[in-house]
């Protein structure tokens, strides 16, 4: 039976955290909060659950364009090459908030995505799912969730989220009602940014 958890963004209660840790490091999936849209996600370092992800979005794991969430800059280094000077600047406006970032990965890169050259990095402004990041010791993968009625139109209700879904994830996490604006992807692999859609995040930080 999945469970369902509410937990405020303002003051996340490290007991409720600690329950979603364990369902991470079980190999579970649990559905959170962002900045953005509520999110689809796993431990990074678990390759059932990543298979899971990968099964649901009905895609191949190795083909996946999942992001990694991560704490923070230096979190985001672990993964990703040595970065230039201009790159780091728009890292440091941006993040936290409201933007995916495809930056080139490094040989740090779980198994499963050893094959790609970029990644697409998230640091979400969300109390609740940086607080799960650092206290899990890694990144969890992630993806959004949305209606297949209408691709563009996120699911933002938690209980409805948890009523359509408590039967494929492990944990569903009410952090409030969702954004129904996904993050603006933003192309940082190349010489120029590439904006690859554009979302929430505003585009003045390049």
């Known amino acids: 039976m999945s469970q369902f958890i509410k937990i405020y963004p303002e003051n996340p209660n490290q007991k409720e955290i600690d329950k979603v ?31 899971k992800i990968a099964k649901i979005k009905g895609v191949k794991l190795e083909k996946a364009n999942f992001s990694f969430i991560c704490s923070d800059l230096s979190n985001i280094s672990d993964y990703i090459k040595q970065i230039d000077t201009s790159t780091f600047k728009i890292l440091k406006r941006a993040l936290p908030g409201p933007y995916t970032f495809i930056l080139p990965g490094n040989n740090n890169l779980p198994k499963e995505f050893k094959k790609k050259t970029t990644v697409g990095i998230r640091v979400p402004d969300n109390n609740i799912v940086i607080d799960i990041v650092k206290k899990l010791g890694n990144p969890i993968v992630s993806t959004s969730i949305y209606d297949e009625d209408e691709v563009l139109e996120y699911t933002t209700d938690p209980e409805l989220i948890f009523e359509k879904w408590q039967t494929i994830v492990d944990l569903v996490i009410d952090g409030g009602y969702g954004d129904n ?26």
């Open 21 to 51: 840790i364990k369902v991470l490091r079980d190999g579970g999936l649990i559905i959170y909060p962002t900045d953005t849209v509520y999110g689809l996600g796993c431990d990074i370092t678990n390759t059932k659950a990543l298979e």
């Open 181 to 206: 604006h996904a993050s603006t992807v933003i192309d940082l692999s190349g010489h120029e940014p590439e904006i690859i859609r554009e979302g929430k995040g505003s585009l003045d930080i390049i």
